[in-house]
Nanobody, 128 residues
Framework: QVQLVESGGGLVQPGGSLRLSCAAS????????IGWFRQAPGKEREGVSC????????YDADSVKGRFTISRDNAKNTVYLQMNSLKPEDTALYYC?????????????????????WGQGTQVTVSS
């Protein structure tokens, strides 16, 4: 059974930085993609960034390009989301999700894509 555990959220001032972690376990597939998603109250879920386990390729939503960076540590089975230049509109509950045998691309981040496994989420609040 695949399990995902997020951590690293918190309260930060506008312009600040946070690094989120997604620790994964239970994978049996040869390859997979892991993505970060967020949902603010009253808003639709938004795909933020994803990374492929096979080649490390990434894809970022336009709203975070140049500010957020996704990376992975295969030895630790952990995916990170480095978030810089945070804005109040980045405030949301951030989740990671994954699916065996998938690749990271724009469809993986689409709100209509149904993911197999989700973490419990970590809250990010950007406020002065």
């Amino acid at each position: 059974q695949v399990q995902l555990v997020e951590s690293g959220g918190g309260l930060v001032q506008p312009g600040g930085s946070l690094r989120l972690s997604c620790a994964a376990s239970g994978f049996t597939a040869d390859y997979y993609a892991i993505g970060w998603f967020r949902q603010a109250p009253g808003k639709e879920r938004e795909g933020v960034s994803c990374i492929s386990s096979r080649d490390g390729s990434t894809y970022d939503a336009d709203s975070v390009k140049g500010r957020f960076t996704i990376s992975r540590d295969n030895a630790k089975n952990t995916v990170y989301l480095q978030m810089n230049s945070l804005k109040p509109e980045d405030t949301a509950l951030y989740y990671c999700a994954t699916d065996p045998g998938t690749a990271c691309n724009s469809w993986f981040l689409d709100s209509q894509y149904v993911h197999d496994y989700w973490g419990q989420g970590t809250q990010v609040t950007v406020s002065s």
